[in-house]
């Protein structure tokens, strides 16, 4: 069963790689979607798959990459869209 969370990552997440280590660890997981950096300092991700995929997906963005520091992760419940690849947005 394909489900689909949308995170939003507190914390010192851009400059340190934050959205190409999770599009490698997505594409890695099989989990469609995309991250990108928001004007206030956070990150948004979206991730579309299998439950166990994106359960692995939430793992990763509260660890985040070397150099990250990760301070919250806010995940809400969205209705799958059928997404297909992961991709950077600017």
Known sequence: MTIRRRVVLHGRVQGVGFRYAT????????VA?????RPDGTVEAV????EEAVGRM???????PPG???VAVEAREEEPEGLVGFEVRA
């Open 23 to 30: 599009r490698r660890a997505a594409r890695a997981a099989g």
């Open 33 to 37: 979607g995309w991250v990108r950096n």
């Open 47 to 50: 991730f579309e798959g299998e």
């Open 58 to 64: 939430l793992a990763f963005c509260r660890e985040g």
């Open 68 to 70: 990250a520091e990760v």
